[in-house]
């Protein structure tokens, strides 16, 4: 038979659904009983026809894109911010009131709070939380990354794993300051020379799956629906969307998403 995703099970592999589906998929779809239920799997880019396999890639590419592009997003964030605390660092009067100026604007944006007072000691202090939560997102979208990694040759996944483990040791250098005074010369140096990694790491990631998108790549995970039609039964493309196909019988989800024959 062919297997097919529910509408309420998982669309990607990537990222979880997110309010709105949960709401649509109904209070049901949150229960433990319902997520035993959901047979997640995943499946390999080989196993698909040619149109599927190009969809599949297509989709697959586009998610690790937005994993990518949050995590550029984040890195560059924090690449000024380390600059500016350097800047502050070694410059005179002037200049550590410039930067710190800028560095209490970035945190009105970053934390969405209207103008609040600039006082030396809070500035730093937000500024260190500033950091300290723009890792933490840099981290998930490397988890993210990483979860897209699976099937990609051993080189790529510990490319990506480097990436992680540096922003790792990045947190654990920043966990105990309280202060810019806290932050020595050479754990600033060191946190924008593992930006700066990251950053390439993360480039050439995107450019070598774009390049050779390798057919062992694994997609998914896929929930089964509970709809089955015989194998004689014409089927359109589209409802083939998101399928496996398994025996002689065919599941049709609704609505389709990708699929895969094997």
Do not use: N
Not at 183 to 196: D, P
Request: glycine fraction near 8%.
């Amino acid at each position: 038979m062919v297997r097919c995703p529910a509408r309420d099970g998982p669309a990607t592999r990537f990222s979880p659904p997110g309010p709105a589906a949960a709401t649509a998929a109904g209070a049901e779809a949150a229960t433990p009983e319902r997520q035993r239920r959901w047979q997640s799997y995943f499946v390999r880019v080989g196993s698909l026809s040619a149109k599927l396999r190009h969809r599949a890639l297509r989709r697959s590419l586009g998610e690790l894109q937005r994993a990518r592009h949050s995590a550029q997003q984040v890195l560059a964030q924090l690449h000024h911010i380390i600059e500016l605390i350097e800047h502050g660092r070694q410059g005179m009067d002037g200049s550590l009131y410039g930067a710190r100026q800028h560095l209490h604007r970035m945190w009105l944006e970053w934390s969405h709070q209207d103008a609040v007072p600039t006082e030396e000691s809070e500035v730093e202090a937000r500024t260190l939380t500033m950091l300290r939560g723009l890792l933490r997102q840099l981290h998930a979208a490397c988890t993210r990354l990483a979860a897209g990694a699976w099937g990609l040759p051993s080189s790529v996944q510990e490319t990506v794993g480097h990436v992680r483990h540096g922003v790792e040791g990045v947190q654990a250098s920043l966990s105990h300051a309280h202060s810019f005074h806290d932050l020595s010369g050479l754990v600033l140096a060191q946190s924008r020379e593992t930006v700066m990694r990251a950053q390439l790491s993360i480039d050439e990631l995107l450019e070598y799956v774009g390049q050779h998108a390798p057919l062992p790549w694994l997609v998914g995970p896929f929930a089964p629906a509970l709809v089955e039609y015989p194998e004689d039964v014409p089927i359109e493309m589209a409802k083939w969307e998101g399928c496996i196909t398994v025996g002689d019988t065919h599941q049709v989800p609704a609505p389709p998403r990708l699929c895969s024959q094997r």
